[in-house]
């Protein structure tokens, strides 16, 4: 089946340093991608989105590129600081009728102070 | 705005008996609401997509004897975990869709569920 997975499952970074998070998908009809941050105990949190049709999009320290050539995701921080240390994951929305999200692996994101 | 609510956020119970878990957009009406499970340090995996005022839908290897979801309303979702055994313990997420952005999924705290 389609599915959505993550290259590394922990990053430890040092705080000032920027951060890259990737994301491999496969199913190549996703139309949309979301980056989401969740901390311990605690439901998703959506960070940044990107259309198909696009190939980067930033945001408030957060910068989202995408490759369709080779189907991957990758989240960019900049300036990482504590309190970006939490689990990310990569989800994307098929071509479906349901809008459904299917989530990658997830990666931890730890920051060194 | 987009805010979702989920009640209760922790839970233990003993194995046999039915846990209800309810899953609330406050501020938007969500025609629709999927229910996420979590296991620890794995990702979300979805385990049904439900419609207000219909049945909704499981994913494949989801029991819906067993996770009973009712959608009565455009505010309000609950899954049941009938007859909860210690496998059943994990992190249940509820995400609710239909605020001023289509197609955007705005998720709830989470409930943790911990069976005896």
């Known amino acids: 089946g389609e599915s959505v997975g993550l290259h590394l499952p922990t990053l430890s970074v040092q705080e000032g340093d920027n951060s890259i998070i990737n994301c491999a998908y496969s199913?190549?009809?996703?139309?949309?991608f979301i980056w989401y941050k969740q901390e311990s105990g605690k439901g998703p949190q959506f960070i940044i989105d990107?259309?198909?049709?696009?190939d980067k999009r930033q945001g408030q320290r957060v910068t989202v590129l995408l490759n369709k050539t080779v189907k991957h995701l990758s989240l960019q921080i900049a300036a990482t600081q504590p309190g970006d240390s939490a689990v990310y994951f990569c989800?994307?929305?098929?071509?479906?009728?349901?809008?459904?999200?299917?989530f990658g692996g997830g990666t931890r994101l730890m920051v060194k102070p | 705005g987009a805010v979702v609510s989920q009640h209760p956020s922790w839970v233990i119970c003993k194995s046999g008996t039915s846990v209800k878990i309810e899953c609330r957009s406050l501020?938007?009406?969500?025609?629709?609401m999927f229910w996420y499970r979590q296991f620890p340090k794995q990702s979300l995996m979805l385990m049904a997509t439900?419609?207000?005022?219909?049945?909704?839908?499981?994913e494949q290897g989801v029991e819906k004897d067993k996770f009973l979801i009712n959608h009565a309303s455009l505010t309000l979702s609950t899954l049941t975990v009938t007859s909860a055994h210690p496998e059943d313990s994990s992190f249940y997420i509820c995400?609710?869709?239909?605020?001023?952005?289509?197609?955007?999924?705005?998720f709830g705290p989470g409930t943790r569920l911990t069976v005896l």
């Open positions: 995400s609710a869709r239909g605020g001023r952005v289509v197609g955007e999924q705005f």
């Open positions: 199913n190549s009809a996703s139309d949309y």
């Open positions: 990107i259309r198909s049709n696009m």
């Open positions: 989800a994307e929305r098929g071509n479906n009728a349901g809008n459904m999200l299917t």
């Open positions: 501020d938007f009406q969500a025609t629709t």
């Open positions: 439900s419609n207000e005022g219909s049945k909704a839908t499981y």
